[in-house]
């Protein structure tokens, strides 16, 4: 089993940067791939970025890409996502989640262990 603590959210202009974090616990967690989500006020939930286990491979939704980093610390049980140039647009409740694979995360929106969310205010 896997819990996941998020972190890092908050008020920030647009154009500027946050760094949410995802706290692991769990003896497996290295063998998970991770996924960051978000859910705006009145919206469905949307897929955000994606990392595999071994952290080789990511995969971003268009809407962040070039914009958002997702990178993972698999001695620290901890996964990050950087978020640059920000926007109004991205103002969302964040989550954090475990997946067996990457493909579950980013094609299902299909994760095994969420976290509690982080709040991101991004305003203009």
């Known amino acids: 089993q896997v819990q996941l603590v998020e972190s890092g959210g908050g008020l920030v202009q647009a154009g500027g940067s946050l760094r949410l974090s995802c706290a692991a616990s769990g003896r497996t967690f290295s063998t998970y791939a991770m996924g960051w989500f978000r859910q705006a006020p009145g919206k469905e939930r949307d897929f955000v970025a994606a990392?595999?286990?071994?952290?080789?491979?990511?995969y971003y939704a268009d809407s962040v890409k070039g914009r958002f980093t997702i990178s993972r610390n698999n001695a620290k049980k901890m996964v990050y996502l950087q978020m640059n140039s920000l926007k109004p647009e991205d103002t969302a409740v964040y989550y954090c989640a475990a997946a067996g694979s990457s493909r579950d995360l980013r094609s299902l929106g299909k994760g095994d262990y969420w976290g509690q969310g982080t709040q991101v205010t991004v305003s203009s």
């Open positions: 990392i595999t286990w071994n952290g080789v491979n990511t």
